[in-house]
């Protein structure tokens, strides 16, 4: 069974660069972790199992869907007791933007934030 990845893809004249979903999962997640109030992100084994085989860890928190040359994601995270989680949720979502658009130079479409629990200890020192 091959996988299958999606890339957005930069063409110019000395060539093309394809940036994998993979790596998008990842500027989003280091993105969304150092945000005040996220204990962690959250394994979301409520999905195919397929995609669950083929992904790896920090995929299971973070989704990046790339259509042509935009990309939006579905973030789960679980927030630290005490938080607002609507503030939360913000933060995330400008925190993962930011980030995006400064490494690749596109600002996604769309940052779905979901808030899947909330842990009774603090997160220690980020």
Do not use: H, W
């Amino acid at each position: 069974m091959s996988e299958t990845k999606d890339y957005i893809t930069y063409a110019d004249e000395g060539g093309s660069v394809s940036i994998s979903e993979d790596v998008l999962t990842v500027i989003a997640g280091g993105a969304a972790a150092e945000v005040e109030g996220v204990y962690a992100l959250y394994p979301s084994y409520g999905r195919d199992i397929g995609e669950l085989l083929r992904k790896k860890a920090l995929s299971r928190s973070i989704r990046a869907v790339v259509k042509e040359s935009s990309v939006s994601f579905d973030i789960f995270v679980v927030a630290e007791i005490g938080c607002a989680l609507a503030k939360l949720g913000e933060g995330i979502q400008r925190a993962v933007s930011e980030a995006v658009e400064a490494s690749i130079g596109v600002k996604p479409e769309a940052v779905n934030v979901r808030i899947c629990g909330v842990s009774l200890k603090k997160a220690k020192d980020k």
